[in-house]
């Protein structure tokens, strides 16, 4: 019986999912905001996303009604509903270069009375995988080591990722407290281990956080990624 009511409660759960509240039945003054941007070179595309919502990161989700809503570089963010009663608004835009995409974007949001909080950023140093890189993964091997360089040094607001990516399965490792121009990303046995025979990619990722300028009251976030060109792997014994 006690089976079956926890079964029927996280079904209840996953039909109700989130709640979503429209912009002009709030106040203004309990908006916060989520922005999380990414760059990556396999597509030469560039997303942001932001999310509002009411109260701190962790309370309603915000639906931009009236004179409220949200755009990068002028252009209208589209808003995106989620499966579990989630929203958030979205913008992309694919370059004709890989490697030279527009580098700095401007983050604007408008509130239901008309204010607008805008904020800058900048794409982080582009990361590549090291030309020198091993592409040949030993899955009887103690370690992998990814080797990356980027155009300028990162350091404390950064993040580094190496991701080996193939069908059905991927593994990450991160760096939480990169510094300098170039370093290595280090793959465990345990990881290693969930890999399979076959082709995988590589690709290296840098993301910078930082604070923004303008917010709402209940403040908000900003984060931004740049993705590396992902080069190609053998998987083997």
């Excluded at 922005?35 to 109260?55: P, S």
């Excluded at 499966?83 to 949001?109: G, H, K």
């Amino acid at each position: 019986m006690r089976t079956r009511a926890l079964l029927a409660l996280a079904v209840v759960v996953l039909v109700v999912g989130c709640s979503i509240v429209d912009s002009d039945q709030v106040s203004p003054d309990t908006v916060y905001m989520s922005w999380w941007g990414q760059y990556n070179e396999d597509q030469a595309r560039m997303e942001w996303t932001a999310t509002y919502f009411v109260g701190g990161s962790d309370g309603t989700y915000l639906e931009l009604t009236g004179r409220s809503g949200s755009t990068v570089n002028g252009d209208d963010m589209m808003p995106n509903h989620g499966i579990l009663n989630t929203i958030d608004y979205e913008w992309s835009r694919v370059f004709p270069q890989a490697s030279s995409p527009q580098q700095s974007y401007t983050l604007d949001y408008t509130d239901t009375a008309g204010k607008t909080y805008s904020n800058s950023a900048d794409l982080p140093p582009r990361p590549t995988v090291d030309p020198q890189q091993n592409t040949r993964v030993s899955l009887s091997g103690s370690s992998y080591d990814a080797s990356w360089r980027t155009a300028d040094s990162v350091g404390g607001r950064d993040r580094l990722q190496a991701t080996i990516s193939m069908t059905g399965v991927t593994v990450t490792s991160y760096d939480d407290d990169p510094a300098g121009a170039s370093g290595r990303l280090r793959f465990t046995r345990d990881q290693l281990a969930q890999l399979k025979p076959g082709n995988a990619r590589l690709q290296i990722c840098v993301t910078r956080s930082g604070g923004m300028d303008e917010t709402p009251p209940r403040g908000g976030s900003l984060s931004v990624s740049y993705c590396s060109q992902s080069v190609g792997l053998k998987i083997d014994f």
